[in-house]
């Protein structure tokens, strides 16, 4: 099974700040990588699929780079409703899996 | 719109059985590969089931043998049985549709609540 790991678990930031989140797979995963972003209380909501490519409606401050075992979602500048927590998930095979998670912290 | 709804969770014993329900809407399950994912109050995301188009189903190792994904076509709706449950099963049921590039969920239900506890 693959496994995949977050870092860092969480990360404190300021409105306007540059953030960068890092994921790593146990194995290459070519760009079988996708991202979310999930709010208290909340489903899930996609926000990069094929490791750079970004779904519909999600603003352009968000992008996702990497390949093969290492990825990285970056918010090119924070705004307030990007505080919550992030997901990698590689959908290369089953069993599917997930990071752990970063939650993104007010400073 | 595609809708995808879950029910059926809920308080049950150790050592209990309970069946999952997610109806979709705006599209056909038949037509994407579907999962099911689950969150344990407090923690991260758990990739639990799935099911291709063809029907056939993939399951986390660790649970393989006590949950087993199903779909009815007529009704449009997902099925998770889980069977044996345990205290650590407890956790937000989400039901999902890969329809998003490179096999991403796009789609997710607003998931249903299992707790196991006597």
Redesign the interface.
């Known amino acids: 099974?693959i496994q995949m790991t977050q870092s860092p678990s969480s990360v404190p930031a300021s409105v306007g700040d540059r953030v960068t989140i890092t994921c790593r797979a146990s194995q290459s995963i070519s760009?079988?990588?996708?991202w979310?972003q999930?709010k208290p209380g909340k489903?899930?909501?996609?926000l990069i699929?094929?490791?750079s490519?970004l779904?519909s409606g999600v603003p352009s401050r968000f992008s996702g780079s990497g390949s093969g075992t290492d990825f990285s979602l970056t918010i090119s500048s924070l705004q307030p409703e990007d505080f919550a927590t992030y997901?990698c998930?590689q959908?290369h095979s089953?069993?599917?899996?997930?990071?752990?998670?970063t939650k993104l912290e007010i400073k | 719109e595609v809708q995808l709804v879950e029910s059926g969770g809920g308080l049950i014993q150790p050592g209990g059985s309970l069946r999952l329900s997610c109806v979709a809407s705006g599209f056909t399950v038949t037509s994407n590969y579907m999962?099911w994912?689950r969150q344990a109050p407090g923690k991260?995301?758990?990739?639990v089931s799935?099911i291709n188009t063809g029907g056939t189903t993939?399951?986390?190792?660790s649970l393989k043998g006590r949950f087993t994904v199903s779909r009815d076509n007529s009704k449009n709706t997902l099925f998770l049985q889980m069977n044996s449950l345990r205290a650590e099963d407890t956790a937000v049921y989400?039901c999902a549709r890969?329809g998003?590039?490179?096999?991403?969920?796009?789609s997710?239900?607003?998931?249903t609540l299992v707790t196991v506890s006597s």
């Open positions: 099974d760009s079988w990588l996708a979310y999930q489903a899930p909501n996609l699929y094929a490791a490519s779904h997901y998930q959908t089953f069993p599917y899996s997930f990071g752990q998670g | 999962s994912v991260g995301l758990e990739w799935g993939y399951h986390a190792e989400y890969e998003g590039g490179a096999s991403s969920f796009d997710w239900g607003q998931g």
